[in-house]
């Protein structure tokens, strides 16, 4: 039988990686299957134990995605040092001792499509992202590893921006505002709030992108994000969605199931053209 792989979440139907690994099994020779997994939001972690239980010593995996990646952080027995600076898990898999152990892979997904796919230098560049969630927290690390002049994040709730900041401070130049506070032009501007699935913008100052400065949303869809209408408006070199970070955490999380790193652009190119059908 294939080796067993899931992506856990709920609602979980509309997911896209079940196509993405897929994909990334066919063009490496991998034997596996990968399905969607619907789990009671009252019982993630039975959901979890059953399923490894299910695989006896096959090589198995699940990604986690919302509303379970804090739960999944809580249950892992083994962390990666990334996933335990997140304070949340995407991905899930067992090592040779059969614990069940957790890694987060949203961080380095984006900042690989910004460097490999994008083209973008975050080196001495002026970031701004907005939002202090999750989704924010996960992917802190691995941009302030790229060095980064000065990481601003900038939130509705200014003391919560202001916490993600103290909790990252080791790693680089970054501070937290509210979003009425943020002062000065940048070279990149990362969305990380949910504003967008409600059709809603960040409110932000006039003039905070720089000149060709470029514009990121981790959310995507068929149609452009309010976000991404907003970088137009403001005349940004590049606007990019989110669909390239999908595809990378993918890739990565690919990676430490199976210890080889697909290659993304045919993936995100077969992606895009499903959604636009």
């Not at 992506?7 to 690994?21: C, E, F, Q, W």
């Not at 962390?79 to 899930?92: I, M």
């Not at 869809?221 to 955490?249: C, H, K, S, Y």
């Not at 080889?260 to 053209?273: E, H």
Request: charged share 20%; proline share 5%; glycine share 12%.
């Amino acid at each position: 039988m294939s080796d067993q792989y899931a992506v856990v979440g709920n609602p979980i139907s509309h997911s896209k990686s079940p196509l993405i690994h897929r994909m990334f099994a066919q063009q490496t020779g991998q034997d596996l299957d990968y399905q969607t997994l619907e789990a009671p939001l009252d019982g993630f972690e039975q959901a979890i134990l059953t399923f490894f239980a299910q695989q006896a010593d096959q090589p198995a995996g699940l990604n986690i995605t919302v509303p379970f990646k804090q739960q999944a952080w809580e249950m892992a027995a083994q962390l990666s040092g990334r996933a335990q600076r997140a304070g949340a898990v995407n991905t899930l898999y067992r090592d040779e001792s059969g614990q069940i152990c957790g890694d987060t892979t949203d961080g380095v997904g984006l900042v690989r499509d910004l460097l490999e796919n994008q083209g973008a230098t975050l080196k001495d560049a002026r970031v701004l992202i907005l939002g202090a969630g999750g989704a924010v927290r996960g992917v802190l690390e691995p941009i302030l590893e790229q060095s980064p002049a000065l990481l601003v994040i900038a939130n509705r709730t200014a003391s919560k921006a202001e916490q993600l900041a103290q909790d990252f401070a080791e790693f680089g130049e970054l501070r937290g505002c509210g979003f009425a506070e943020v002062e000065g032009q940048f070279d990149l501007i990362i969305n990380g709030t949910s504003a967008s699935l409600q059709g809603e913008l960040p409110p932000l100052p006039a003039g905070v992108l720089k000149p060709g400065g470029w514009c990121y949303d981790m959310m995507y869809g068929a149609e452009p994000t309010p976000f991404m209408v907003w970088g137009e408006q403001q005349e940004a070199g590049r606007v990019i969605d989110g669909l390239g970070m999908l595809v990378e955490q993918a890739a990565e999380s690919f990676r430490i199931w199976r210890g080889v790193r697909p290659q993304s652009a045919a993936v995100i190119d077969a992606v895009r053209a499903q959604l636009g059908s």
